[in-house]
Each structure stands twice: as structure tokens, then as C-alpha cells.
């Protein structure tokens, strides 16, 4: 694979096309196979983080077994090798975010970091005394305390879109957040803890119809559904790798080229520079401006297995397969007594959060857990979600697309298990 | 293989069920907040200290099964006992539920806890049986910032 033809390359896209085959794409995830206490893993913690292919499992021992290098600076053979299957990791990123340009595609821990690297860079830069930044009810703690910590420094304020009770943004609230005073707006694309898919389309037309950028952190929706960044017209947008059947420790964050251009670095160290003297340093070009040091080479290259494995299941097919796998769930889970799902917005993602009467989430989670069943209980880095709908935490079940209607049942039954030790 | 058996034992759910000294004292001498940020256990201890001795104790909050039935089981085994014998109690309890896997604990101090033995094959349940423990520890101590367990 090169970075001038960084396609499917090695990876296996025999599930394609065709009706979705479920237990053939379990096949290329061989954690799945796992015992749990004796009893099959169930694993619907997706939205924390997903299971990785064979295929990213083979790619990252494949680079430290024959490839392993550093970037952008080797004259010799394994440097360039490892230089081009990095670049073409990036060149996968921008083609399957549909970005116009591989410079506007920089490598970052994580959304988290993303995050951070737009507030800090951007951020500081335009963001002053008494100006605005509009977040939702929705966001990861990820998407909040970044804006808070600019927010002191600068003495701005958060303004943030209030939900209604099915876990839905009122968007006439948004209208009327939106000011004079607003210099960014930052949302989440799907909510981790409800499950809402936010009209983003929109709420980014009605801040660029007041000249306002948008970031979209994408962190469950990348994974899930196709993003279109210039169908979007967002200005940025934050993914993690991890959470893309992906390596931990790599992410993207896409941002238009003219806004990168103009913001200051990130970090200072080696290679976002261009030259270096005591008096006076010359950053970089885009993206590089923003890598300073070593970067994540495996884990980027990694990436962009992952990316080339869901492109080849084809993310149409496994969005349908997984909202299949939603409306089933949230049946089921509905139909049991004393069960309430939180989080019921119209458009959703495979999120099922929900509250047990008498039952703390962190019981159900451990009684799950004794079913091999696992789940994430708590708060979900979402505590002002948790406040809104005056509860201390959630169980939630978020789902991916080599899950199946049958774990579905294992689930239901474990909370019947659940229900009989509380009753 | 931890059974989760072992941790939801009858008594467990019995105090989980019917929390005992589930109240606010008026006549409180001490108080201390406890919080466990991961899961949201919450509660409020009230003390009344005479002389060197817990002479009475209650609670209110909300949580999970284990951090209520340790609450509960916590009040009931320091009621009447001086301060440095519910510390005497603490530390055998923290050994009890942090114990590895297979090892014994010492039983004399214990009473109706060794109920909540089971939790040490749970490690990530530790915090919510610890919880009323650091919040009666905080509550000895006097005036501070809400105990917690992270």
C-alpha cells in the first residue's frame, strides 16, 4: 500500500455487496469468541469503545514487525515506507470524511484532544471578553470543560441549548441563544448517554447564517452513520480512532483549510516547524503546524485499516442493519416492567440507556457482567445529562454492527435476572 | 469465577431494603458528605459524639445496594464504639473487601460485615462499600471538604 493508492488495499471486503451477513463479520473480530465468567461475551459497550478486526490487529503487528520507522524526516527505505503508509492513512481520513484536501486532516489523541486543540488554538485566538460559545444540554464532559477552561482564561460564556424530555434540542431555544455576542457553536453529533441524533445540518446553517464556525464532535456518529464534512459544511470535526473499530491514542480532526491556516500552533516541538533559531522559529505548513512530535504512526496507520475495513462493509448497509438492530432493542427493552428507556428522541443512534425501578445502574451492571453481558453504567462523562433528567446514572447498551438481535435477548434476560434478585 | 451470588446475599438486600438507622439526627454533633462521582452514590452521616464515643448515628442518601447495605451495616457495627475502635473496624473492613483473591481476613472485628466479604471479588464494587466508611472517617475528623472515593 502507498500513499498513492491507499484503497482497500489488503483488507477483506467479501461481506459486500449483498444482504448483510452479521455472523460473517463477527467472524473478523476475534475478541467475540471470548468466554465471560464461563458464559459468551456479549459486548454492547460500543460506545465507550469497539472491538478491532483482525485486520487493524494485523496492520499494527505488521508495521512494528516489518515497517517500523519514524516519519518525515528517514532518508532511508523503512522512513519512507512508514512516511507514505502515514500519509495514506490521512489521505483515507479526508476521503471518508469527504474533506477537499489531506491538509485539512490533523492527527490527535482523540475528539478530546481535537477539542482541546481547537479551543486553545483557535479559540484563544478569536474568542475575547463577553463574547458567547453556544454548546447543548447533550455534551461529553470532552465537549464542555475546554470551553469552560477558555472561558475563564478569556472571561466569555458558555450558553447552552436546553433539550426537551425525550432527549431532543429545542431548536427555537438555540435561535434565540444565537447572538451577537456568539463566536462559535460546538455540539455532539449523537449523544453517547441518549442516543440523539442532533440536527447538525441545520444547527450549522443557522450559526453560519450569522457568520458564526461550527465544530461537530463526532466521536458516535463517525463510527456509525456517514459524515459528510462538506455536505455538512461544518467547520470542524473531531473523531477517535478507538471508537472506529480503530487503536486507542489516534483520532482526527478536520478543520476548513483557511480557518487552520490562520490559527496559531497547538504545541511546539519537532516537525511542525520549518526552521528553527534561537530568535525566531518558522511553524510549519498545514496539517503539520498542528503534529508537533513523534505522532501515533501505528496507531494512524491503524486507522486507516479500520476506516478501509467499515468502507468495506459499507457504512449504508451497516447504519440500516444497526438501526434494525435499535427499533429491535428498544422493543424488547420497552416491553419489560419497570423499565424506562432515557434518551427517545425520533432520530437516534444505537444507544439504549435506561433506569430500573429500585435498582441502581451499577447492580444491573454487575449482574450483567456475572451473565457475560457488558454494559456501561453511570454517567457516561454526561453528568449534566444525568441532572436533566434527575437521575444519578444510567445502565446503556450501545450497540455496533457485529452485534445481534440474539445478544438483544441475552440482554433482556439478564435484566430479568436483574428484577428477580431486586424483587 | 466471582458469583454475583455472593454479593447479593439475603442480608445484603435486607439492608438494602430496610437501611437501618436511615435518618437524619437532629441532634447531630458531627456531619460529613460522601460522594462517589463514578456512579452517583450520595450520602449525608450524622453523628453524635459524647466524650470519645460515636453514642449515636444515622444516614440519608441515595445508591446502589452495596454502598446502602454497607452504609446500613456500617452504622449499626459503630454505634456505641469509641473512636479509635470504629478505626480498629475500618481497617479490618478495608482488608476484608480489598483482600486478594483466596486469602483469609480477620474475622473478630467484623461481626454482621463479613456479610460484604464477597466484594473483594468484585474490585470495581469496592468504592461503593467503602464510601460510608471514608464519609464516617471524614465525619470524625471534623469540618472538610465531602468525602469521596475517588
Redesign the interface.
Given at each position: 500500500m502507498t500513499a498513492a493508492d491507499p484503497g482497500a488495499g489488503n483488507v477483506s471486503v467479501g461481506n459486500a455487496p449483498g444482504p448483510y451477513d452479521v455472523a460473517r463479520t463477527r467472524e473478523d473480530f476475534p475478541i467475540l469468541k471470548t468466554l465471560v465468567h464461563g458464559k459468551p461475551l456479549v459486548y454492547l459497550d460500543n460506545a465507550a469503545t469497539s472491538q478491532k478486526p483482525r485486520t487493524v490487529l494485523d496492520t499494527l503487528s505488521r508495521y512494528y514487525t516489518e515497517e517500523n520507522s519514524n516519519v518525515h524526516r528517514g532518508i532511508h527505505y523503512l522512513s519512507e515506507l512508514a512516511t507514505q503508509e502515514y500519509e495514506g492513512a490521512r489521505s483515507k481520513v479526508r476521503r471518508f470524511l469527504n474533506a477537499s484536501d489531506d491538509r485539512e486532516i490533523v492527527f490527535v489523541r482523540g475528539a478530546t484532544e481535537g477539542i482541546n486543540l481547537v479551543a486553545q488554538s483557535y479559540g484563544r485566538q478569536n474568542i475575547g471578553e463577553g463574547d458567547e460559545i453556544i454548546i447543548s444540554a447533550m455534551e461529553h464532559h470532552s465537549n464542555i470543560v475546554p470551553w469552560q477552561m477558555l472561558c475563564q482564561e478569556r472571561g466569555a460564556q458558555l450558553r447552552v441549548i436546553p433539550m426537551n424530555d425525550d432527549g431532543e434540542l429545542l431548536m427555537d431555544e438555540y435561535e434565540k441563544l444565537l447572538g451577537p455576542k456568539t463566536k462559535l457553536v460546538s455540539v455532539v453529533h449523537i449523544s453517547n448517554s441518549l442516543g440523539t441524533i442532533n440536527p447538525v445540518e441545520q444547527i450549522i446553517q443557522m450559526a453560519h447564517g450569522r457568520g458564526v464556525p461550527v465544530l461537530i464532535d463526532g466521536a458516535q456518529s463517525v463510527p456509525h452513520m456517514p459524515v459528510d464534512v462538506r455536505k455538512l459544511d461544518c467547520d470542524f470535526l473531531v473523531f477517535s480512532g478507538h471508537k472506529i473499530y480503530g487503536p486507542t491514542g489516534i483520532g482526527a480532526l478536520y478543520g476548513k483549510a483557511d480557518l487552520l491556516e490562520a490559527m496559531p500552533p497547538f504545541q511546539g516541538g519537532g516537525d511542525m516547524i520549518k526552521s528553527v533559531t534561537f530568535e525566531k522559529t518558522i511553524y510549519n505548513s498545514l496539517p503539520y503546524k498542528f503534529e508537533a512530535g513523534t505522532p501515533n504512526i501505528a496507531g494512524t496507520i491503524g486507522l486507516g485499516a479500520a476506516i478501509d475495513y467499515v468502507t468495506g462493509l459499507g457504512m449504508d448497509r451497516t447504519l440500516a442493519y444497526e438501526r434494525e438492530l435499535l427499533e429491535y432493542g428498544t422493543q424488547r427493552l420497552s416491553s419489560i416492567n419497570g423499565l424506562r428507556l432515557v434518551g427517545t428522541a425520533r432520530q437516534k443512534g444505537g444507544v439504549l440507556s435506561f433506569v430500573l425501578d429500585g435498582v441502581h445502574p451499577h447492580d444491573i451492571g454487575t449482574i450483567l457482567d456475572s451473565e457475560g453481558i457488558a454494559i456501561r453504567a453511570g454517567h457516561h462523562c454526561t453528568q449534566p445529562v444525568m441532572e436533566r433528567f434527575g437521575i444519578p446514572a444510567t445502565a446503556r447498551a450501545s450497540m455496533a454492527f457485529y452485534n445481534t438481535k440474539e445478544e438483544i435477548d441475552a440482554l433482556v434476560k439478564g435484566i430479568d435476572k436483574v428484577i428477580e434478585v431486586f424483587s | 469465577?466471582?458469583?454475583?451470588q455472593d454479593?447479593?446475599q439475603d442480608m445484603v438486600?435486607d439492608h438494602n431494603n430496610r437501611p437501618r438507622n436511615f435518618r437524619v439526627l437532629e441532634d447531630a454533633s458531627r456531619q460529613a458528605d460522601g460522594y462517589n462521582?463514578?456512579?452517583?452514590?450520595?450520602l449525608t452521616l450524622y453523628l453524635r459524639i459524647e466524650g470519645d464515643v460515636i453514642s449515636d448515628i444515622g444516614f440519608k442518601g441515595?445508591?446502589?445496594?452495596?454502598?446502602k447495605a454497607s452504609s446500613s451495616l456500617m452504622t449499626e457495627s459503630v454505634k456505641g464504639k469509641s473512636k479509635s475502635e470504629a478505626e480498629k473496624i475500618f481497617q479490618a473492613f478495608h482488608h476484608m473487601v480489598t483482600r486478594a483473591p483466596g486469602t483469609d481476613f480477620d474475622d473478630e472485628e467484623l461481626g454482621d460485615l463479613e456479610i460484604l466479604s464477597g466484594i473483594s471479588q468484585?474490585p470495581?464494587?469496592v468504592k461503593?462499600a467503602i464510601l460510608a466508611w471514608h464519609t464516617l472517617r471524614s465525619a470524625l475528623e471534623g469540618p472538610q471538604d465531602p468525602a469521596t472515593t475517588e
Open positions: - | 469465577m466471582p458469583d454475583f454479593l447479593y438486600m462521582p463514578l456512579c452517583g452514590d450520595r441515595s445508591g446502589c445496594a452495596i454502598s468484585f470495581a464494587r461503593c
